[in-house]
């Protein structure tokens, strides 16, 4: 194989270069749960499977063609808007690692038949990568600590067999899965904000059926007009944020517009993906509990006859105020300078 470049004593070929390239590009792709992450899932695969097979790890070349049938059905199964996670049950996940040991005890005694290099430890990279690779296409948060248990073992591996350009960049993968073990532990907090009538609950409602999670609309918890924006809806939010991250459930109360006086009692459990909207939702204390910000606007006069439409015409003096109101806010806040998002509607 031809030597790209030497590095501290090593030479590294341009094969194992590009295949290590192409490969992190995938797997940083990968963390953003977009399929972009599957074509190059797919060249580095097929760049890394001549690689291995050059230097007579079988495994690890054999497991390049599983890696490339994955990157295609990923492709497909994931869809356009990416992946949405999900967590394995109890049984799921003791059937996983009884079925890896199984396979371990089989699949070892052959590669050593074959003459196969580290056949041990390359086995269980082949077939922890094969299940990571499957959880990975089903969406399973359970892919990343699993990754994370097969990447150290290779970056070992292929350190003491001195390719020492991919053992640096399975250490890199592990890095990758380290964060992305926090991450998958955390519940996904989407705050949505923008002033009334910009279009946020028409977003926040689309995002809940991509996600299948609650949306808790703020108009239900403000108190009154007055005191809407004050210290009781940052009391509340930080109530629900803080419970949610620490997988509580909240008991919060509820705003009667009619009897104009809190009344009622709303109970949000535990889950995944929490969506919060509405005017005040990306305020700075919320902010530090949130995963996406999404700004909402629109100009202020369509915004104004958007709420006036659905309140009615007695509440037009109210929602002149409202508008100042939540201008001033959003100033103090700077929750538009904040968003990850901004979307502007017509």
Not at 58 to 86: D, E, H, N
Not at 194 to 212: D, F, H, I, Q
Not at 295 to 322: C, H, M, Q, S
Not at 324 to 338: G, L, Q, S, V, Y
Request: glycine share 8%; hydrophobic share 45%; charged share 20%.
């Amino acid at each position: 194989m031809s030597t790209f470049f030497t590095a501290w004593g090593y030479q590294v070929t341009f094969l194992e270069f590009f295949a290590s390239i192409t490969s992190f590009i995938g797997v940083w792709y990968g963390t953003t749960t977009k399929r972009i992450t599957w074509p190059w899932w797919v060249v580095s695969s097929a760049l890394y499977g001549i690689f291995f097979w050059k230097v007579d790890l079988i495994a690890s070349a054999l497991l390049q063609i599983v890696f490339i049938v994955a990157g295609i059905w990923g492709w497909f199964g994931w869809g356009p808007k990416g992946a949405k996670p999900g967590k394995l049950t109890q049984r799921e996940r003791a059937l996983c690692v009884a079925a890896l040991i199984v396979a371990w005890l089989i699949f070892t005694p052959w590669l050593q038949s074959i003459g196969a290099a580290a056949y041990r430890t390359d086995a269980l990279i082949f077939l922890g990568s094969f299940l990571a690779q499957v959880l990975m296409v089903y969406e399973k948060y359970e892919s990343w600590p699993v990754w994370f248990a097969v990447d150290a073992l290779a970056t070992i591996q292929y350190g003491v067999l001195k390719y020492w350009f991919t053992s640096v960049l399975y250490f890199a993968y592990n890095s990758c899965n380290c964060w992305l073990g926090q991450m998958a532990s955390n519940p996904k907090i989407i705050l949505v904000d923008g002033p009334a009538g910009s279009g946020k609950t028409t977003l926040a409602l689309r995002l809940k059926e991509e996600l299948g999670c609650e949306v808790i609309h703020l108009d239900d918890h403000y108190n009154g007009w007055d005191e809407a924006l004050g210290m009781d809806l940052t009391n509340t939010l930080v109530e629900i944020l803080e419970n949610f991250v620490n997988g509580r459930s909240s008991i919060i109360k509820t705003f009667d517009w009619h009897e104009y006086c809190f009344n009622g009692l709303k109970e949000i459990q535990p889950a995944d993906s929490l969506i919060i909207e509405g005017v005040g939702a990306g305020q700075s204390l919320a902010r530090t509990y949130a995963t996406t910000l999404y700004w909402v606007e629109t100009e202020p006069e369509i915004a104004f006859k958007r709420v006036l439409d659905r309140d009615g015409l007695d509440y037009e003096n109210r929602i002149r105020e409202w508008q100042i109101r939540e201008a001033k806010h959003f100033i103090d806040e700077r929750t538009r300078e904040f968003a990850d998002f901004i979307i502007t509607t017509t």
